[in-house]
C-alpha cells in the first residue's frame, strides 16, 4: 500500500510543481536545444550542394527529406541536427563515410 502511495504523492508533487511553473511562482532549469531553422539547413545545403538531389547523392539524406526540412515542413530531430553539424564542418569526411556503407550494403 506504501508503493501506491508514494507514487500517487510523486505525481501530486509534479502536478503542483508544474502549476506553480506555469504561474510563474517557480523557476525550472530549461535546456535550450539548437533548433536549426529552415534557413540554416538551406544554407548548409547551398554551400555543398547546388541542389537538394546533389546533396543526396554526397550525404545520403533523401531529396524529399531536405525539401521537408529547408521549407519548413517538418524539423530535423536532435541526431539529424548533429549530422548537419557534422556536414558543415566534415563534408568530405562524411560524403567519404557515407559513400563506403552504401558501397558495403550492396556487397
Not at 550542394?49 to 524529399?64: D, L, M
Not at 566534415?90 to 550494403?105: F, G
Request: positive net charge.
Amino acid at each position: 500500500m506504501t508503493d501506491k502511495t508514494d507514487i500517487g504523492s510523486g505525481i501530486i508533487e509534479g502536478l503542483e510543481e508544474a502549476i506553480a511553473w506555469k504561474r510563474g511562482d517557480l523557476a525550472l532549469e530549461t535546456v535550450n536545444i539548437d533548433p536549426m531553422p529552415a534557413t540554416r539547413i538551406r544554407a548548409i545545403r547551398r554551400k555543398l550542394a547546388s541542389s537538394t538531389k546533389v546533396f543526396e547523392k554526397r550525404f545520403g539524406i533523401p531529396a524529399s527529406t531536405m525539401n521537408n526540412w529547408e521549407q519548413g515542413r517538418r524539423k530535423p530531430d536532435p541526431a539529424a541536427r548533429l549530422l548537419f553539424q557534422i556536414i558543415e564542418r566534415e563534408p568530405e569526411t562524411v560524403e567519404r563515410i557515407a559513400h563506403n556503407t552504401n558501397h558495403q550494403s550492396a556487397a
